[in-house]
């Protein structure tokens, strides 16, 4: 089903809340968001899932307020530093980051790129074999603590 929807390419608006995915819950998403996205893709051994919450300002706007929460299994994914050699197609931890612990996780963060927006990158090993990213746009990341603290997966 996840599937089929991300490939019909369709916007929610108004964007899903914190149960936007099955399995993922992301119990504090910032007001403001004008519409969501479902993301699901499958490459090099890997599947990730997730959903992206945004406004409707231009991507290059560093006011822009994205939200975009990913899970990714990856068999390979059993500690922190592992992230740096993960095969993601967006969001690669390529050695410009740092760990730091926020939201109450040890995570790997970095500035975001213009690839993926500006503001804060970051990602962690949830358990064994899953990672979940988050990358949140500049206006969101004092909140990012809040933002990582309320993300449950099941």
Same mark, same amino acid.
């Given at each position: 089903?996840?599937?089929?929807?991300?490939?019909?390419?369709?916007?929610?608006?108004?964007p899903?809340?914190?149960?936007?995915?099955?399995?993922?819950?992301?119990?504090?998403i910032?007001?403001?968001f004008?519409?969501?996205?479902?993301?699901?893709?499958?490459?090099?051994?890997?599947?990730e899932?997730?959903?992206?919450?945004?406004?409707?300002?231009?991507?290059?706007?560093?006011?822009?307020?994205?939200l975009?929460?990913?899970?990714?299994?990856w068999? #390979?994914?059993?500690?922190?530093?592992?992230?740096?050699?993960?095969?993601?197609?967006?969001?690669?931890?390529?050695? #410009? &980051?740092?760990?730091?612990?926020?939201?109450?996780?040890?995570?790997?963060?970095?500035?975001?790129d213009?690839?993926?927006?500006?503001?804060?990158?970051?990602?962690?090993? &949830?358990?064994? &074999?899953?990672?979940?990213?988050?990358m949140?746009?500049?206006?969101?990341?004092?909140?990012?603590?809040?933002?990582?603290?309320?993300?449950?997966l099941?």
């Amino acid at each position: 089903m996840i599937t089929k929807r991300s490939k019909a390419n369709k916007a929610d608006s108004p964007p899903r809340g914190v149960t936007a995915i099955k399995g993922l819950r992301v119990n504090h998403i910032p007001k403001g968001f004008t519409y969501g996205q479902v993301r699901v893709g499958a490459h090099d051994g890997i599947r990730e899932y997730g959903y992206q919450w945004s406004d409707n300002r231009d991507d290059i706007d560093r006011k822009r307020r994205s939200l975009w929460v990913r899970v990714v299994c990856w068999s #390979d994914a059993h500690e922190l530093a592992q992230l740096r050699r993960a095969p993601l197609q967006f969001g690669e931890f390529t050695g #410009d &980051e740092r760990a730091a612990k926020i939201g109450g996780r040890q995570v790997l963060v970095r500035t975001g790129d213009g690839a993926l927006g500006h503001g804060r990158y970051l990602g962690w090993v &949830e358990r064994k &074999e899953v990672v979940i990213t988050v990358m949140a746009g500049q206006p969101l990341v004092p909140e990012l603590g809040k933002i990582v603290k309320g993300i449950r997966l099941s």
